[in-house]
């Protein structure tokens, strides 16, 4: 599996910049065979320092690297939800994403026009959801019309599902996000629901992480959100980026980037930290082969068992499991070889039900 990222905002937020700078750092995608490339979409590889001393290790012909996949979803504007700037259209792309980046500006520049005149990240994060909520009550309330005439044929399970949309519906009706927390509902009911919200594909029952676009003096200074700000976005994750050095980073080489870096006194780039922001959102880990013929990282839910995680290289290896040969990462690096690694008893037979771990190295027997 990939993860897949919407980037949305207003116009002139500085979100094409970023999917630019995300774009040049694109992979080739002839290594992800399931992959449906469009204009908008850049595959990014996810950055993970673990590969490279693998394949040093096994001598690999190839590294393969998770991905990202990155969606530019068009600037929304006030009035999206009614086909504004063809905002339907644009918002439907978002219902095809895991997670919304949603990029917000902080930063002033007088020769850059704002679409309301004022740099104020509240109101434009309010803009956002405003619209992403007036979708979704399109949605919920083509879905209850359905459910109500399910109810009227005495369908089974209609009764509940008509209550559970007219709970989901009052929620985006009173400016509330899409969520499984309903009051009074049972284990079966909450089944239910999660079944509902997961037909519906609902955009603000996706996890958002906001992106606050700085200048780069704002990054160098470590600006953070003030008190309103932090009010409206919550608990929700976040990541502080400048557009402007992220579009700089992009054309530099490895070590010529490590020193911009550096010299700003910033320890990873933005955009490596919405990736990993990303995997963690989505309680993502990665898991790793590596021989002769390649060294790749492979992407799964955290608490993956064995066989689950075998299917992410092909479903013959959960449906045919039979056992894993697995080792951290760093205690192959030390063993310095598979051989060494069994004599020194750090290779360890699991079975169906190991819960596969960050970082692990896996051999597969089926």
């Known amino acids: 599996m990939s993860l897949k990222i919407a980037i949305v905002g207003l116009p002139n937020v500085g979100k094409s910049t970023l999917f630019n700078a995300l774009t040049r750092k694109k992979v080739d995608i002839a290594n992800y065979p399931f992959c449906t490339i469009e204009p908008n979409v850049g595959v990014v590889e996810v950055p993970d320092a673990r590969l490279a001393k693998l394949a040093e290790l096994s001598h690999s012909k190839k590294t393969v690297p998770a991905v990202v996949e990155f969606v530019d979803i068009a600037g929304l504007v006030k009035g999206a939800a009614e086909g504004e700037g063809l905002g339907n259209k644009f918002l439907s792309h978002i219902r095809e994403t895991d997670a919304i980046a949603e990029v917000v500006r902080v930063f002033e520049d007088g020769d850059i026009t704002h679409v309301s005149d004022k740099i104020d990240p509240v109101s434009d994060i309010e803009v956002i959801e405003y619209e992403l909520i007036l979708k979704d009550l399109e949605v919920v309330s083509k879905r209850l019309e359905a459910a109500h005439s399910e109810l009227r044929a005495r369908q089974k399970g209609a009764e509940e599902r008509v209550r559970i949309l007219e709970m989901i519906e009052q929620d985006l009706k009173t400016g509330q996000r899409a969520h499984l927390s309903l009051p009074g509902l049972d284990a079966k009911s909450k089944e239910m629901a999660e079944t509902l919200l997961g037909e519906l594909q609902l955009l603000t029952a996706k996890p958002v992480i906001y992106v606050f676009n700085c200048s780069e003096k704002q990054v160098q200074e470590k600006w953070q959100s003030d008190g309103a700000l932090k009010e409206k976005i919550g608990s929700s994750p976040y990541v502080v980026v400048s557009a402007k050095i992220e579009s700089e980073l992009s054309e530099l080489p490895p070590e010529e980037k490590k020193e911009l870096l ?51 290289i092909h479903s013959d290896f959960e449906e045919k499991f039979i056992r894993a040969e697995v080792i951290a990462w760093d205690k192959l690096l030390e063993a310095g070889s598979y051989g060494r690694a069994r004599e020194l008893g750090w290779l360890r037979i699991e079975g169906k039900q190991y819960p596969v771990q960050d970082g692990d190295v896996i051999e597969f027997r089926v």
């Open 262 to 312: 550096e010299s700003l006194g910033i320890a990873q780039s933005g955009l490596d930290q919405l990736i990993r922001t990303g995997y963690e959102t989505l309680g993502l880990i990665t898991f790793l082969t590596t021989g002769e013929d390649e060294t790749r990282a492979w992407t799964i839910p955290v608490g993956s068992l064995a066989p689950r995680a075998g299917r992410a």
